[in-house]
């Protein structure tokens, strides 16, 4: 395929954190996971690693979206 994945990720900054001391640059790498609780019954956790992302793209306004495409694998 020649569509690369991405991720947006979109934030509460109530504090500005996220526009201060956590803020992330373009270029910069996030591991992104999903975690399931209880899925198919108490205490059933999972996680699901989707993989490392590279930052692209950063907007600020009520709320921190962090846009990143797939790293490939190497």
Do not use: Q
């Amino acid at each position: 395929s020649d569509k690369t994945d991405d991720v947006s990720i979109k934030l509460c900054d109530r504090e500005l954190d996220w526009a201060d001391k956590f803020f992330p640059e373009t270029g910069d790498k996030v591991n992104c996971k999903i975690k399931l609780i209880n899925w198919n019954k108490l205490n059933d956790d999972r996680e699901l690693d989707l993989g490392a992302f590279e930052v692209d793209n950063i907007t600020f306004g009520d709320t921190v979206t962090i846009n990143a495409v797939a790293i490939p694998i190497s």
